[in-house]
Antibody
């Protein structure tokens, strides 16, 4: 059973870059036909898809965030990462990483990590 | 403003059947699969329905999904107190809104 765990700073200053890592356990990030996604959820609000990456390095991003988002994968560490630049208070949210079977939306989710943007 | 439209709330009594709607357009629900997620308070979303009407292993058959045109529905039969949660629909989107869009979520209350 694959497990995903987000990690990273819980507090980021405005205008800085938010950086999160998702560690995958219970399976290799390189095996199988899976995409690896990031989704976020502001407190009391709905889900927002951020983007995803395939182990080949191919990426898809939410058009509204595309200019600020970079998702990368490190197969040697069985991890994938999210970088969101020029953050503002509107980027405060719980950030989830997830695994998507090829052709489908996220099936397996991490527990989520709260990132607050504040000075 | 979410691309997919859901009612903000729904309710039912134990044992009842409730449905939650999700309205979209030709670029998302009209031409792609619909997915449904359940989010219990303080937890990560859980996939309930994929590819319009398929249930992942372990999801009770009390949960069912359907799609017609640019709308979709999630039905929960034999409602239980533990079904009280937020429910989200999602779909691929072929327009500039995509590639993945979510509904705004429906808070289900079991009375």
């Amino acid at each position: 059973q694959v497990q995903l765990q987000e990690s990273g700073p819980g507090l980021v200053k405005p205008s800085q870059t938010l950086s999160l890592t998702c560690t995958v356990s219970g399976g290799s990030i390189s095996s199988g036909s899976y995409y690896w996604s990031w989704i976020r959820q502001p407190a009391g609000k709905g889900l927002e898809w951020i983007g995803r990456i395939y182990t080949s390095g191919s990426t898809n991003y939410n058009p509204s965030l595309k200019s600020r988002v970079t998702i990368s994968v490190d197969t040697s560490k069985n991890q994938f990462s999210l970088k969101l630049s020029s953050v503002t208070a509107a980027d405060t949210a719980v950030y989830y990483c997830a695994r998507d079977p090829s052709g489908d939306l996220p099936l397996d989710w991490g527990q989520g990590t709260l990132v607050t943007v504040s000075s | 403003q979410s691309v997919l439209t859901q009612p903000p709330s729904a309710s039912g009594t134990p044992g009842q059947r409730v449905t939650i709607s999700c309205s979209g357009s030709s670029s998302n629900i009209g031409s792609n699969y619909v997915y449904w997620y359940q989010q219990l308070p303080g937890t990560a979303p859980k996939l309930l329905i994929y590819r319009n009407n398929q249930r992942p292993s372990g999801v009770p058959d009390r949960f069912s999904g359907s799609k017609s045109g640019t709308s979709a529905s999630l039905a929960i039969s034999g409602l239980r107190s533990e079904d009280e949660a937020d429910y989200y629909c999602a779909a691929w989107d072929d327009s500039l809104s995509g590639p993945v869009v979510f509904g705004g979520g429906t808070k289900l209350t079991v009375l």
